[in-house]
């Protein structure tokens, strides 16, 4: 070989060695299983925002074990949520004065002005052609000053939640602070006041009733509202009871059926005892809470839990159930009952005979027991307290509980029934009756203690 190819060839080999170097150096290409990245190691694919053909930059991954770096766009930490605006009632009471003592009124005067206000809801209601709404109740309130009545309208879910306070304007166009101190469906009870401080006098609550989501009927009631809560209302209600359970033994001693003063006394106890909540006994104040509901019969009078329905379906003032009312019908036909539970139950006279009568029955099947004349002669019971006990559960099943118990028969009973008779002593000892008959006051019922608990 000559020196000019061999200087040819040298200058080739440096040319093209790199090249083969790097070919040398580069895999083939071979089909593999895609790699699962966790998420930390993720990096997020690029969005293309320009529409420029140019091509997109390869991202260059990062090194193993770093976490990728990315910008995150700034936002505020927190957005403050927007305010209302204070409506004008709710700003008319800033700075307001203190509330001040109600003006209880005369039973006969708040009983004009109830009637007032029920001419003018039902008015109201009148004009509007449609079906009323099941959603608001509305409340017609005195100012005892001016002597108008206001009307306020509400949701209803707002006016049965306890604790609830509302600014509302009247329909006179006065701002009014509306709370709710006890809610129970139409017997729900409320403080209306002003920016002044001075209490407006609930006088009736427009209820629609509903069922299945449907209207029923519209339902005007009144509460035991702390502004009409005095000496006054409570006696006229005792009154009225006592008054309409003496009407309804004249009825049937006319009509042949002779009712013991003895168990027209214990019916005066249980239309009270009927109607007192268990958890308020344990938590309030029971003498509070027995003019409370003696007041409701001096504010309602016949219309006195018209609306009240409870659990087991009992109804009314006297709180029977269907069976037991449809029983006494097929026992006394010449009494002349209303054949229908729902009306004959609103009908304070009517419901009142048929207490009267199936309590009657009751103690005439009881006294011709041995276990119950033996628990009567010994002092174990009295007549009042297996009365009471009778008309609350099953009074087939006393004689069995007093075999069995003795003088402990008390624990045997159901524990409704036991919280029953202790309402009904409570009631015996703090509200003075005058009695019709000879019974003395029951004894105070002993009940077994609750049983310890084993760890």
């Excluded at 009733?209 to 449907?214: D, F, L, M």
């Excluded at 006592?242 to 027209?264: Q, S, T």
Aim: proline share 9%.
């Amino acid at each position: 070989m000559n020196n000019r190819s061999f200087l040819v060839m040298s200058l080739t080999a440096v040319v093209f060695a790199p090249a083969l170097r790097a070919s040398a150096q580069e895999p083939a290409h071979v089909h593999t299983r895609p790699r699962t990245v966790a998420a930390a190691q993720q990096t997020p694919t690029p969005v293309a925002v320009s529409p420029s053909p140019s091509p997109t930059p390869r991202p260059v991954a990062p090194p193993i074990g770093t976490q990728p770096t990315t910008t995150a766009p700034q936002f505020p930490t927190s957005v403050p949520a927007p305010q209302p605006t204070p409506s004008a009632a709710e700003l008319a009471f800033v700075g307001a004065s203190p509330l001040q003592p109600a003006k209880p009124m005369p039973v006969a005067r708040f009983r004009q002005r109830t009637s007032d206000a029920q001419r003018q809801l039902k008015s109201r209601l009148q004009l509007t052609s449609m079906t009323p709404s099941t959603g608001t109740v509305t409340v017609a309130a005195l100012d005892p000053d001016s002597s108008q009545i206001h009307l306020l309208t509400l949701f209803k879910d707002t006016f049965l939640k306890r604790g609830n306070e509302v600014y509302m304007t009247t329909s006179l166009g006065t701002h009014v602070r509306l709370q709710v101190v006890r809610s129970n469906y139409v017997n729900t009870a409320v403080v209306i006041s002003d920016p002044k401080g001075r209490q407006l006098t609930p006088l009736v609550v427009e209820y629609p009733i509903e069922k299945g989501g449907r209207f029923r009927e519209m339902a005007y009631y009144t509460s035991a509202h702390p502004a009409l809560m005095s000496p006054d209302v409570v006696k006229h209600g005792k009154d009225y009871v006592r008054n309409m359970l003496d009407l309804a033994a004249g009825r049937l001693k006319d009509k042949g059926k002779v009712i013991a003063p003895e168990i027209v006394d214990i019916a005066e106890r249980l239309c009270v005892v009927e109607h007192v909540d268990h958890d308020r006994f344990r938590r309030e104040d029971r003498g509070r809470l027995y003019e409370e509901i003696y007041s409701l019969f001096g504010l309602n009078e016949l219309d006195t839990y018209r609306y009240s329905v409870s659990s087991a379906g009992a109804g009314g003032m006297v709180q029977m159930i269907a069976p037991t009312y449809q029983m006494v019908r097929r026992m006394h036909p010449a009494v002349g009952l209303n054949p229908d539970f729902v009306a004959g139950m609103r009908n304070h006279g009517n419901a009142l005979e048929a207490m009267l009568l199936y309590m009657q029955d009751t103690w005439n099947d009881m006294a011709l027991n041995e276990e119950v004349l033996e628990a009567l002669r010994t002092n174990t019971a009295s007549r009042s307290e297996l009365m009471a006990a009778g008309y609350n559960s099953n009074p087939a099943r006393l004689p069995l509980y007093l075999r069995r118990g003795g003088t402990g028969w008390r624990s045997l009973i159901p524990r409704e029934t036991q919280m029953y008779l202790q309402i009904y002593s409570s009631v015996e000892s703090l509200v003075q009756f005058k009695n019709r008959g000879s019974d003395p006051k029951p004894a105070a019922p002993r009940l077994a203690p609750a049983p310890s608990q084993s760890n």
